[in-house]
């Protein structure tokens, strides 16, 4: 199998390559190898909302809570990762490619990129069928497991100043 991710994330044509399917265990294998919060940010791409509703799903779930950001230039959600002390981050964007394109990169706590490691597990846990298949092999193995329902399910939650935050960090630097 190819590496899942490339230089710069997990990129594609949005709905042929880069599917809701795999934007969804993206979204569970960052709750589950980053943490249970997570800041999702993305770009003006045409195919960035319904991306970004495959990937938030994922998330929550896996138990998570996705703090949308809304669109924000990438390093805006670096910054907010730092800023709201979420475990992790991820920015749907396919940067200078056509706009059939896009992509999730993601971000650990401190709002840098991945270690090619983690991404090489987080590749693994797709290939395992995600969640789903984690909860399958442990009912296989005849110990009890299961998806998170009812209150263990994540949440959403907006934030409603984003990129005010985003661009009173940038001023205050060149000040």
């Given at each position: 199998m190819a590496r899942l991710f490339?230089?710069?994330?997990v990129r594609g044509i949005?709905?042929?390559?880069?599917?809701c399917e795999m934007a969804y265990r993206l979204?569970?294998?960052a709750a589950i190898y980053l943490g249970k919060t997570i800041v999702v940010g993305r770009d003006t791409r045409r195919s960035g909302d319904m991306l970004g509703a495959a990937l938030s799903a994922g998330i929550m779930s896996a138990g998570g809570t996705v703090l949308e950001a809304g669109i924000i230039p990438t390093p805006g959600v670096a910054l907010l990762v730092r800023e709201m002390r979420a475990a992790g981050g991820a920015v749907i964007s396919a940067s200078h490619n056509p706009p059939e394109y896009n992509?999730?990169?993601f971000f650990d706590a401190q709002g840098f990129k991945l270690p090619d490691a983690v991404e090489d597990e987080i590749e693994q846990f797709?290939?395992?069928?995600?969640?789903?298949?984690?909860?399958?092999?442990?009912?296989k193995q005849g110990e009890e497991a299961s998806m998170p329902a009812g209150a263990l399910v994540g949440v959403a939650v907006e934030v409603e100043d984003a990129c005010e935050m985003y661009i009173d960090h940038v001023v205050n630097s060149i000040q």
């Open positions: 490339g230089t710069d994330g949005a709905n042929v390559e880069l599917t979204g569970q294998a992509g999730i990169k797709i290939a395992e069928g995600g969640l789903e298949g984690a909860v399958e092999r442990v009912l």
